[in-house]
């Protein structure tokens, strides 16, 4: 009997809000240099370890009120934000692909890309660990795009090395950092996961949604990672729209 796409879909779904859930504790812990395995889930005020059922996506925090169920101490919003974005995202994914060999590689990379990003907003660094793991699922999920791990591994280098040649020549003209060696692997994963040119079309489009941004922070950095992520996602996921609109460009 096949099963119905609509319960694939919500499992999918719901699977990824409890992906969701182990990276907000990769998001509090790996900054801070903690394990992310050991110790348990505990409240990060009390350090009281948490029940089974205080770690059920979303749900637990709304009937929780937000709050600690012993100090009573608030929870962040970030959790059920980031199981919510991390199920949202596994959810399109699956739709955009179906259900092949290689979507939880690709989800998993993207859901490392979400984890960058949302440290690199709250810190402004980006740990190499999660970095490389990112880019390490995205050189195994190559058979989406058709092509061997050699071709992928070549497009990784060449993107991670022309935006490296990049930032140094910006560096030597502005004197001073124009980019940080994160952004050199998040390039990477990019051209892994999109080939060219649509590595081409996410960097643009990374710097366009970036301006805004960058004009309204003035002399506040602004983290380049989750532009640069965004970016990735949506012409991962609207890959035909895009090479219409880049055959439009060339072609009129």
């Not at 937000?66 to 919510?84: H, R």
């Not at 071709?151 to 560096?171: D, E, Q, V, Y």
Request: net charge neutral.
């Amino acid at each position: 009997m096949e099963v119905p796409v609509l319960s694939i879909a919500g499992a999918v779904f719901i699977f990824g809000m409890m992906i969701g859930s182990f990276l907000n504790v990769v998001i509090y812990r790996t900054p801070k240099g903690e394990n992310i395995a050991f110790p348990s889930s505990h409240c990060t005020s009390c350090e009281e370890k948490l029940k089974w059922y205080h770690n059920i996506p979303i749900l637990s925090w709304l009937f929780l009120g937000g709050k600690c169920a012993y100090c009573k101490d608030p929870i962040s919003k970030q959790y059920p934000i980031v199981e919510f974005l991390t199920g949202l995202l596994w959810l399109s994914l699956y739709l955009k692909l179906g259900l092949v060999w290689y979507l939880p590689f690709i989800a998993g990379s993207f859901t490392a890309l979400l984890a960058l990003t949302v440290i690199d907003l709250k810190y402004y660094a980006v740990p190499d660990s999660v970095n490389f793991f990112a880019l390490l699922l995205a050189l195994i999920q190559t058979n989406s795009l058709n092509l061997d791990m050699s071709n992928s591994i070549l497009h990784a280098a060449m993107a991670a090395f022309g935006l490296w040649a990049l930032a140094k020549i910006i560096s030597i003209v502005a004197r001073k950092e124009a980019m940080g060696g994160a952004d050199v692997i998040v390039a990477g994963t990019m051209a892994a996961l999109l080939g060219f040119p649509g590595f081409f079309l996410a960097l643009f489009l990374s710097a366009i949604l970036a301006i805004v941004p960058s004009i309204f922070a003035k002399d506040t950095m602004v983290p380049f990672v989750p532009f640069l992520a965004l970016a990735t996602l949506i012409i991962y996921l609207f890959d035909t729209q895009a090479g219409a609109f880049l055959d439009w460009i060339m072609y009129g």
